[in-house]
C-alpha cells in the first residue's frame, strides 16, 4: 500500500511539475511597456545614405502620410515595424527563470559628460540599420524624480543579432527633420537612453526587405 501511495505522489508532483513548466513556457516576461508607437520612422543604411536625394537621406515612413485618394499609405509598415520592435523583447518565465533574468526590466540611465553615448547612422553598412522614432507629442522619461522629455529615439539593428542589451538613445531634437538626419555621417550623440535586452532579428529582415523594396 506504501508503495502505492509513494508512486501515486510521485507521479502527482511530475505532473503538477510538468503544468507548472508548460504554464511558464507561455507566460511572457519582461516586455516593452515604455517605448511607444511612433508616429514617423526614419531608417538609415548604406543603401538609403546612397540612393536617396539630397532632401531625405533615409527610408521614412510617416502615420500621417496620405496619398491622393486620401488613404494613409505607411500605417501598416509602421504597424509592423512596431510589432516585430515589440516581439524582440523579453523571452518566456521558464527561460528567464533558468537563465536568472526573471527580474529584469527595461532601465533608463542618465549618462554625465564624461559619458556621452551616440551612435553611428550606419551610412556604410550594409549589415545594419539606423533607425529613429520620432513622436508628434513629446514623451518623458522619469529617472530618480527627475523628468527628461524627448521626441526621438533611436537605436540599432544589426544582422544576425541575438539576445542581449541594446541601448535606445532618446533626444529633445529642436531642429528640422532633414537637418538631423543629412547634415553629417557624424555620430548622433545622447545623455539619455533606455537599456533593455532584445533580440531583433526579425526585425531586421522585415527592414532589409522594405528598403530592397523601393531601393
Same mark, same amino acid.
Given at each position: 500500500?506504501?508503495?502505492?501511495?509513494?508512486?501515486?505522489?510521485?507521479?502527482?508532483?511530475?505532473?503538477?511539475?510538468?503544468?507548472?513548466?508548460?504554464?511558464?513556457?507561455?507566460?511572457?516576461?519582461?516586455?516593452?511597456?515604455?517605448?511607444?508607437?511612433?508616429?514617423?520612422?526614419?531608417?538609415?543604411?548604406?543603401?538609403?545614405?546612397?540612393?536617396?536625394?539630397?532632401?531625405?537621406?533615409?527610408?521614412?515612413?510617416?502615420?500621417?502620410?496620405?496619398?491622393?485618394?486620401?488613404?494613409?499609405?505607411?500605417?501598416?509598415?509602421?504597424?509592423?515595424?512596431?510589432?516585430?520592435?515589440?516581439?524582440?523583447?523579453?523571452?518566456?518565465?521558464?527561460?528567464?527563470?533558468?537563465?536568472?533574468?526573471?527580474?529584469?526590466?527595461?532601465?533608463?540611465?542618465?549618462?554625465?559628460?564624461?559619458? =556621452?553615448?551616440?551612435?553611428?547612422?550606419?551610412? +556604410? $553598412?550594409?549589415?545594419?540599420?539606423?533607425? #529613429?522614432? %520620432?513622436?508628434?507629442?513629446? /514623451?518623458?522619461?522619469?529617472?530618480?524624480?527627475?523628468?527628461?522629455?524627448?521626441?526621438?529615439?533611436?537605436?540599432?539593428?544589426?544582422?544576425?543579432?541575438?539576445?542581449?542589451?541594446?541601448?535606445?538613445?532618446?533626444?529633445?531634437? =529642436?531642429?528640422?527633420?532633414?537637418?538631423?538626419? +543629412? $547634415?553629417?555621417?557624424?555620430?548622433?550623440? #545622447?545623455? %539619455?537612453?533606455?537599456?533593455? /535586452?532584445?533580440?531583433?532579428?526579425?526585425?531586421?529582415?522585415?527592414?532589409?526587405?522594405?528598403?530592397?523594396?523601393?531601393?
Amino acid at each position: 500500500m506504501k508503495k502505492v501511495i509513494i508512486c501515486s505522489v510521485s507521479i502527482g508532483l511530475v505532473l503538477v511539475l510538468g503544468v507548472a513548466a508548460l504554464i511558464l513556457a507561455l507566460i511572457p516576461v519582461n516586455r516593452n511597456s515604455i517605448i511607444e508607437k511612433p508616429n514617423a520612422i526614419y531608417i538609415i543604411n548604406d543603401t538609403t545614405w546612397d540612393k536617396s536625394n539630397d532632401i531625405s537621406k533615409a527610408y521614412v515612413l510617416q502615420d500621417y502620410r496620405e496619398n491622393i485618394e486620401g488613404e494613409k499609405t505607411d500605417v501598416e509598415k509602421i504597424d509592423e515595424i512596431f510589432r516585430l520592435f515589440n516581439t524582440g523583447f523579453g523571452q518566456n518565465a521558464l527561460t528567464a527563470l533558468f537563465k536568472g533574468e526573471l527580474n529584469d526590466r527595461m532601465t533608463s540611465e542618465h549618462r554625465d559628460s564624461s559619458n =556621452t553615448g551616440s551612435m553611428t547612422k550606419n551610412t +556604410t $553598412s550594409t549589415t545594419a540599420f539606423s533607425v #529613429f522614432f %520620432y513622436y508628434r507629442d513629446t /514623451k518623458t522619461m522619469i529617472l530618480d524624480d527627475e523628468e527628461f522629455q524627448y521626441n526621438w529615439l533611436f537605436f540599432e539593428v544589426t544582422e544576425n543579432d541575438e539576445f542581449s542589451y541594446k541601448v535606445f538613445g532618446v533626444r529633445n531634437h =529642436t531642429s528640422t527633420t532633414s537637418d538631423f538626419l +543629412t $547634415s553629417s555621417s557624424s555620430p548622433i550623440t #545622447f545623455s %539619455y537612453n533606455y537599456n533593455a /535586452k532584445a533580440n531583433f532579428n526579425g526585425l531586421y529582415d522585415y527592414l532589409l526587405e522594405l528598403v530592397d523594396n523601393v531601393y
